[in-house]
């Protein structure tokens, strides 16, 4: 048989459509544009022009970097300058950003920018209103991305660099539609921030062709200037607030801003409040935001109040809270409230059922009943023991569980090693924190006589109380769940010996 030679350009234009739609635009218009009039033909088609991405990305943002200078070098010399005007959307890092950008004097059709933050520090100058970009951004871009390397808890100068940036945004992007800040949900507005108060210059009016916002935020506190602008916020349909941490001004704070947005037709709020002497309850919600609002048609809340045990005049009960929501919307609310002598405080959980967080914060024995198939961690919490019984019920209500704390310091009072218990099997659960428990939660889990753990865990655990819960590593009943454990964190150890290699043979 004659060996026949195929080239490329013998192929007929749909075939090379497709093979052309398996690759990158970026290696497309760099392998094949100016090879012959015909391939020009297909590259220049706005499948290939339309969205191009400039940097190299990964599946972790953290390892996202800039083209070769040689790529990028003919991309700005050669390639861009004979496509700018076909060109939609485009995505880049700041380090390159500019010199990309400048590269041609228009970018007529330029209308989304997806942009990666490399550097905060030296990136600012960028969002300026000095900036050399400044003309596009002012002038041409509806729908903007922004993404970088995440680490607010643990820099509060990055923080306030990305505040700035931030806010610069929004003061320079005249034409800005759709906004995206270090968030991957595609909304109008998703920003994350340090103080609740770096979002407040959203609300005076400025951005007033805002309609969605959702806010993560992990201080709200009480705020140090005055906020002058209180007028009402008519064009905001739908708000979410979340707060990582206990906030101590919801009647200054959360309230007065929420009673601006007398349209708001949807209103999400997560949050944890130290209040004075009474719980925010259905009557709280109905007088200070729900009654503002005659259009509100969704209220979903998560929302626990806690409050100091001595200030109490007046114990209400969970049925007395309950009937707070009696007038609420199909009634689907679920409270739980609960008193804590030895720690001198009492909160009151309250929620819209279905119940839609991914976490589930102080749990006490005053478990509500229901099924909870999006909580993957859990935080027990109590003044009273936890018997095997509750652990079942617990192992049955979040099937899903992936994490697990337990802080309690009460013995068990059926803790017998001869009886015989119903054997709880957590079918997902990888991380099991028991540092501030008595040793029965130790044994609970450890012991293959009440647990059978599924999956290899990461454990965190003081060394002495696994010394004795495991009688010196000896002990047969908790032999196998030990086996379980990958990762092992010893509270008062620095080193494991090495004679644990038997007993914890999977440990790295």
């Not at 969002?127 to 002038?139: E, G």
């Not at 130790?442 to 003081?462: C, G, P, R, V, W």
Request: glycine share 2%; aromatic share 12%.
């Amino acid at each position: 048989m004659e060996c026949q030679h195929i080239k490329l350009c013998d192929l007929p234009d749909e075939l090379l459509l497709i093979i052309f739609k398996k690759l990158k635009n970026v290696e497309i218009l760099y392998s094949l544009m100016d090879i012959s009039k015909r391939l020009n033909q297909i590259v220049y088609d706005p499948i290939f022009t339309r969205e191009i991405t400039l940097m190299k990305q990964t599946t972790s943002v953290k390892l996202t970097s800039p083209l070769p200078d040689f790529v990028r070098d003919r991309f700005c010399l050669e390639i861009i300058p004979k496509i700018h005007d076909k060109i939609q959307w485009l995505k880049l890092e700041t380090l390159s950003m500019e010199r990309i950008l400048l590269a041609v004097n228009n970018y007529s059709n330029l209308r989304q920018l997806d942009i990666f933050i490399m550097n905060t520090e030296t990136d600012m100058q960028l969002f300026t209103n000095t900036s050399s970009l400044v003309h596009i951004f002012q002038n041409q871009i509806v729908t903007l991305n922004i993404n970088g390397k995440e680490d607010l808890l643990g820099d509060h100068l990055e923080i306030n660099r990305q505040a700035e940036i931030f806010m610069n945004i929004l003061i320079i992007c005249n034409k800005l539609r759709h906004f995206k800040f270090y968030t991957s949900v595609p909304i109008e507005l998703h920003i994350v921030v340090y103080r609740f108060d770096e979002c407040l210059f959203l609300l005076d009016g400025r951005f007033n062709q805002l309609r969605i916002l959702f806010v993560k935020t992990f201080h709200i506190l009480p705020l140090q200037r005055s906020i002058i602008n209180k007028e009402r916020l008519p064009n905001l349909k739908h708000v979410s607030l979340t707060c990582e941490s206990l906030i101590c001004a919801y009647d200054e704070v959360i309230v007065p801003h929420l009673q601006r947005m007398i349209n708001l037709e949807k209103l999400a709020l997560y949050f944890v409040a130290d209040y004075d002497d009474l719980f925010i309850d259905g009557n709280n919600l109905q007088k200070n935001i729900i009654s503002h609002m005659p259009r509100l048609n969704q209220f979903i809340f998560n929302i626990r109040s806690m409050i100091n045990y001595e200030n109490l005049n007046y114990f209400p009960s969970n049925e007395d809270i309950h009937r707070t929501f009696i007038n609420f919307k199909d009634n689907q609310v679920t409270s739980c409230v609960d008193y804590f002598p030895k720690s001198k405080y009492g909160q009151c959980h309250i929620y819209s059922y279905p119940f839609t967080l991914t976490y589930y914060e102080n749990l006490t024995n005053n478990c509500p009943d229901g099924l909870f198939n999006t909580v993957q961690q859990i935080e027990l919490f109590g003044e009273r023991l936890f018997e095997h019984e509750f652990f079942i019920k617990i192992s049955q209500s979040f099937p899903f569980l992936k994490e697990l704390t337990i802080i309690n310091s009460e013995q068990q009072k059926s803790n017998n090693e001869n009886r015989k218990y119903s054997i709880i099997n957590y079918y997902h659960l990888t991380k099991l924190h028991l540092v501030h428990v008595h040793d029965d939660y130790a044994e609970q889990f450890l012991l293959d006589t009440k647990t059978y753990l599924s999956n290899y865990i990461q454990l965190s655990i003081h060394y002495d109380q696994l010394q004795r819960v495991t009688e010196y590593f000896t002990r047969n009943t908790t032999r196998y769940n030990c086996s379980k454990v990958k990762q092992l964190y010893l509270y008062g150890l620095s080193q494991l010996p090495k004679q644990y290699n038997t007993y914890f043979p999977y440990l790295k």
